[in-house]
């Protein structure tokens, strides 16, 4: 069963409070990487917004799985891809694959509906975030913090 909008936001306060009690988030952290920076309700109403069902999703640079986490709640099929396996732990539930983004097989990219991805390149990310456009397949999503395309 899909969860409402009412839902989605109260399993996101849930997380949130889980995260910051087990240390996963941390602040002070994430100038090394991203992946202590939670997710925002904002990006969870655009993936409950734009949800058919069968829809896949694949995070790039998936942290701790905060997006694939909420994503499976929704109902999407998810993928992980993450560079830090500090995280392994707690991702195994889901579908992840331990890779350098840079090193990815972007072909993949043209398998799912929803690409998103928390600026894991810094520096690199305009440039990543081109390739990443080049092999999606046509009308898929792409969702960042600062940029949106279909």
């Known amino acids: 069963m899909?969860?409402?909008?009412?839902e989605n936001?109260?399993?996101?306060?849930?997380?949130?409070r889980q995260l910051t009690a087990k240390g996963l988030i941390d602040r002070d952290r994430s100038k090394e990487h991203w992946g202590n920076i939670p997710i925002h309700v904002?990006?969870?109403?655009?993936?409950?917004?734009?949800?058919?069902?069968?829809?896949?999703?694949?995070?790039?640079?998936?942290?701790?799985?905060?997006?694939?986490r909420y994503a499976s709640f929704i109902g999407y099929e998810v993928k992980g891809v993450e560079?830090?396996?500090?995280?392994e732990e707690h991702l195994l539930r889901y579908d992840v694959e331990f890779v350098d983004i840079r090193k990815l097989d972007l072909n993949i990219l043209s398998e799912y509906d929803v690409v998103y991805s928390y600026k894991p390149l810094k520096e690199e990310f305009p440039k990543f975030i081109e390739g990443i456009k080049k092999h999606m397949k046509e009308g898929s999503h792409l969702i960042t913090p600062e940029y949106s395309h279909k």
């Not at 899909?2 to 009412?6: F, K, M, N, Q, V």
């Not at 936001?9 to 949130?16: A, D, T």
């Not at 904002?42 to 905060?66: H, K, P, Q, V």
């Open 9 to 16: 936001r109260e399993n996101y306060n849930y997380f949130l």
């Open 83 to 87: 560079f830090d396996t500090r995280f």
């Open 42 to 68: 904002m990006e969870i109403e655009c993936l409950y917004d734009i949800y058919e069902e069968g829809m896949r999703l694949i995070d790039l640079g998936c942290g701790a799985g905060n997006i694939i």
């Open 2 to 6: 899909r969860l409402s909008r009412e």
